[in-house]
Every structure is written in structure tokens, then in C-alpha cells.
């Protein structure tokens, strides 16, 4: 037999049986059962005698994740986790010791005194296939979620999650517990911020930064150290934005990271939705009861930021991700592509929330026609040049062409670069008077070179979260709303009624 196996590679195994003598019979079947559920062929090359790229890969990253502490060992601690966790039973000191001596024996550098190194384990699993043991590594990569082609499994990867309409996910404290932990472990230098290289070490086990963080040009969307590298602030503003956007990107990078892998029991297969949440339902109000909209009951906000080319949308975006004042650039460059900037805000009393604003770009039109994209949207800054007379102008005509969505919208005006000299708007309404004609705050006139440029984002957060002021009124509606005059008619007639009253009883006592 050995010399059929030696020429003919994919010759699983060999057995001698016999029916009559029933000899090995149960021990065929089994054969045949392992043969079909745990393959070789897809983890070992027997004619090279090494490990397949994809099963390299995956060992790889399950190293990664039973690597707490990162220094490119498994402890006898980390071991001993990684036995408990893929085979229920603990690991005696006897079999650590005949396990590294058998690593140690062809790779002599791959046991140290802090452990066993990433190339021994891969060896160790290189050797649980040559000697027939390969139903070992699949329970391992199955522990891990590896389906049978060593993808992981599309259940774990993107798991059943709704959220409702109205509603949006954000990331719940034990999301955020596990990315601050994230950071600070590959935080090598302390110098709370991530270097390139340390982000790389951080997305090993994964397949790269997110595409959607690359298309909004991270970092340059969140906030940064003079270095340009991401802090700590910037990173869980990154993940508050991501979750909010696109939640299942969050969700299979928590698995990619291992989130399920992270709690203090080995054994304990965390499901990634407990790393996220879902906000209350936020509904917008009728138009006669806007004046009276309820508190919205979320920690992440999104703005967008509309206005005529060249009012200064990309320069509140920068200032934004660095509040110290800055001289305005003197050269114009459009933004032809969508941006977002996000930062976390702190409200008077303490409060923390985190303010995503959206710069549209050339796909203006189409989101603000969109319903869908505008749903996600929690207020609308229009901003305008006060020292470009056609700048407002674009504003008005901007909300008469998509009236029928951004009358739904609170909203803020923004009279930009307002340090320089300020000059009457080439339009039939001003806009303080066109404000008021809506019922809504007067611009803010701000600029980017101010000490106080950071009070505007403030007031951003504070209407988002509490926007009943902030939402437009419509033609004929009185500044209370229909449904406030309707409330202040019934209370003015029950008045009237008890006064009649009063006074039909004066008159009868004195009658008598």
C-alpha cells in the first residue's frame, strides 16, 4: 500500500478489511465518513508536503485571535484558552511540554520562552495532517467559523439584523469597550494615535481598511494628531459613522476582529450583535405639530451641508476635524465627490454626541431626490457667502426645486466667511427676512477664522437632537403650527364658555 500512496498523492488512506472476518469493518466506514467531512485535500499538498495558502491564511488569522496581548507568541495562558475553546477539555502540562517539544524539534526557533510562535503553530497544524490527524484542523477552523471551502461562514459575517424603519444602529457599550480595547493593544508607542503600520497590524485578520472608509478618504474624515495620524477619538468616531451608515460593514468587521472571540470565557461564543444597537424610532411630525417634535433619542447625528460653490461647505468640514482657527484657503477647488467629516461634540451639561456632515458634491441631485438618503438625515445647514451677493440665491432656488423633501428637514442657515465685509444678497428676499418667513433661527454668521467657529457644531448637535424649532413652517401656517392654533381655539372657546356662565348666573342672583 505504501508505495501506491507514495506515487498516487490523492489516495486518502489505505486499510486492510475482511466481511467475513469482520475485521476493520467499522474502522472503513469511519474512513469513508472522515474522508468526506474532513478532507484533506482542501488543507494539505501532499506532493509538497506544506499547508495550502488558504488554510495558511486562515491558521494565521486564529492566531492573531488567540493572540491577546499581541506579541507574536502564544502564551501558556493563550494556549491553554484555545484548547478549552476548540475541544471543551483542558491541556496538561505533560502534552504542552510533548507539543513544543515536537515543534522545537524541526523549528527550534519557534518556541521561546514566551511561547510558541506563529510559524510553530502553523507547523503544529502541519503535522496533525501528516500523520492523518487532519479532522484536528478542521475542528479548529470550525471553531473559528470556516466553512468546508475556508470562508467564513456568511451567518457569521453578517448576521440577522433589521433596523426599522426610522430607527439606526450605533455601536453599544460593549462595541465601543471592544474597539477602545482594539486600539489601545495596538497603540505600540502610546502615543494614542495609530500609525500606518500599526493600522496595518490592526486589519491583518481582516481584508483591509472597509472600502467605504477608503472612498471617504480615511483619515482624512475623522480627526487626526499633527502626524495625520488617527486618534483615539477619531477611530470611535470612524466606527459611530460606519455603524450608522452602513451597519453590516460593522458587523462583519466585528467578526473579522474577533468580537465573538473577546470575552474573558474561552468557550463563550459572543454573538456580534451585542456590540450593536438600535435608536428609538425617530418619526417626523405632521406639519401642523412640527413646533411639538419630540426629542430625538440618539448619540449619532448627520447633517448635510448644502449651499452655492465656493460659501465655505469644505472649509467647515476641515475646521470641523481641527476647531483651531484658521486664515480661509485663497484658491477655490470644487468637491466633485461626496465627503464626510466626523468628530464627536460635547453639549452644554456634559453630553457627548457624534456629528457626521455631509458635503454632497456632484451627487447633490440624486441624494436630495432620494427619500431613502434623506431619511438618514437629521438637519440641513444651507450655507451661503455673506460677501458673494449671488450666494443665497442658490439656497432659495435650491429648496423650491426639491420643496417636497426638504420642507420635512430642520434646518440652520449659515452665513459664511463672515469676518469679511458683508454685502447685500442679489435675491427678492433677504435672509434674515426669508428666516423668519419660514419661522425658523436667523443665520449664524460665522467664519472658519473665529475662536468660536466651535459653538456652531454645537448648535447643530442641539437641533438635531431637539429639532422641533428648527423645521420649516408652510405657507399659511402660523408660527405655533395647525395644531397648536387648533389647541389655542378650544382653550380661548372654553374660556368664553365660563365666562358666559359666570355671567348668566351674576344676572340671575340679582334678578331675584
Same mark, same amino acid.
Do not use: P
Given at each position: 500500500m505504501l508505495p501506491l500512496m507514495s506515487e498516487f498523492k490523492e489516495i486518502d488512506s489505505c486499510i486492510r478489511t475482511s466481511a467475513r472476518e469482520h475485521h476493520n469493518i467499522n474502522e472503513v466506514f469511519f474512513l469513508c465518513q472522515k474522508a468526506v467531512t474532513d478532507p484533506i485535500a482542501p488543507l494539505f499538498d501532499s506532493k509538497d508536503s506544506s499547508l495550502k495558502p488558504a488554510c495558511v491564511? #486562515?491558521? &494565521?488569522? %486564529?492566531?492573531?485571535?488567540?493572540?491577546?496581548?499581541?506579541?507574536?507568541?502564544?502564551?501558556?495562558?493563550? %494556549?491553554?484558552d484555545f484548547q478549552i475553546k476548540c475541544f471543551r477539555k483542558p491541556l496538561s502540562d505533560l502534552d504542552l511540554a510533548n507539543i513544543k517539544s515536537s515543534i522545537q524539534s524541526q523549528l527550534p526557533d519557534s518556541v521561546t520562552d514566551k511561547g510558541i510562535t506563529q510559524s510553530g503553530f502553523l507547523l503544529l497544524n502541519k503535522l496533525f495532517a501528516e500523520k492523518g490527524r487532519h479532522e484536528t484542523v478542521w475542528l479548529i477552523l470550525r471553531t473559528f467559523h470556516y466553512t468546508d471551502s475556508l470562508s467564513l461562514q456568511s451567518s457569521f459575517l453578517s448576521p440577522k439584523f433589521e433596523v426599522p424603519a426610522n430607527s439606526s444602529a450605533e455601536l453599544s457599550p460593549a462595541g465601543y469597550r471592544f474597539f477602545v480595547d482594539l486600539f489601545l493593544l495596538h497603540d505600540k508607542d502610546n502615543d494614542v494615535s495609530l500609525s500606518p503600520s500599526e493600522l496595518s497590524a490592526l486589519f491583518a485578520p481582516t481584508p483591509g481598511i472597509p472600502s467605504q472608509w477608503q472612498e471617504n478618504d480615511f483619515p482624512s474624515c475623522t480627526v487626526? =494628531?499633527?502626524? =495625520?495620524?488617527?486618534?483615539? &477619538?477619531?477611530?470611535?468616531? &470612524?466606527?459611530?459613522?460606519?455603524?450608522?451608515?452602513?451597519?453590516?460593514?460593522?458587523? #462583519?468587521?466585528?467578526?473579522?476582529?474577533?468580537?465573538?472571540?473577546?470575552?474573558?470565557?474561552p468557550s463563550s461564543n459572543t454573538s456580534t450583535l451585542k456590540a450593536l444597537t438600535i435608536t428609538k424610532p425617530r418619526k417626523r411630525p405632521s406639519r401642523g405639530r412640527r413646533r411639538r417634535a419630540a426629542p430625538v433619542s440618539r448619540t449619532v447625528l448627520q447633517a448635510f451641508i448644502l449651499g452655492a460653490p465656493n460659501s465655505g461647505k469644505s472649509a467647515l468640514l476641515s475646521t470641523f476635524l481641527s476647531p483651531r482657527p484658521s486664515p480661509p484657503s485663497q484658491t477655490y477647488s470644487p468637491s466633485l465627490q461626496p465627503r464626510n467629516a466626523v468628530n464627536t461634540v460635547e453639549l452644554p451639561g456634559g453630553k457627548q454626541v457624534t456629528l457626521i456632515l455631509s458635503e454632497l458634491g456632484d451627487h447633490e441631485p440624486a441624494i436630495l431626490d432620494n427619500a431613502a438618503k434623506l431619511a438618514q438625515c437629521d438637519v440641513v445647514l444651507y450655507t451661503y457667502d455673506s460677501g458673494d451677493a449671488d450666494s443665497f440665491a442658490y439656497v432659495v432656488r435650491l429648496r423650491e426645486k426639491y420643496a417636497h423633501h426638504l420642507d420635512e428637514l430642520p434646518l440652520l442657515f449659515v452665513a459664511t466667511k463672515a469676518d469679511r465685509d458683508r454685502v447685500r444678497q442679489d435675491c427678492e428676499t433677504q435672509p434674515e427676512e426669508y428666516a423668519a418667513r419660514l419661522g425658523v433661527q436667523k443665520p449664524l454668521h460665522v467664519s472658519v477664522a473665529w475662536e468660536s467657529i466651535p459653538e456652531l457644531f454645537v448648535q447643530v448637535a442641539e437641533v438635531g437632537l431637539n429639532p422641533g424649532s428648527a423645521y420649516p413652517k408652510g405657507e399659511g401656517e402660523e408660527e405655533g403650527g395647525d395644531g397648536d392654533g387648533l389647541m389655542a381655539y378650544w382653550v380661548a372657546a372654553g374660556a368664553v364658555c365660563v365666562v358666559a356662565a359666570a355671567v348668566v348666573g351674576i344676572w340671575r342672583r340679582m334678578s331675584t
Open positions: 491564511s #486562515a491558521l &494565521q488569522r %486564529i492566531f492573531y485571535l488567540c493572540d491577546r496581548d499581541h506579541d507574536g507568541h502564544l502564551s501558556d495562558k493563550e %494556549i491553554h487626526r =494628531n499633527d502626524a =495625520n495620524y488617527v486618534t483615539l &477619538q477619531g477611530w470611535l468616531a &470612524q466606527w459611530s459613522m460606519t455603524t450608522f451608515t452602513s451597519y453590516r460593514t460593522t458587523l #462583519a468587521y466585528l467578526a473579522y476582529l474577533g468580537f465573538d472571540s473577546s470575552s474573558s470565557s
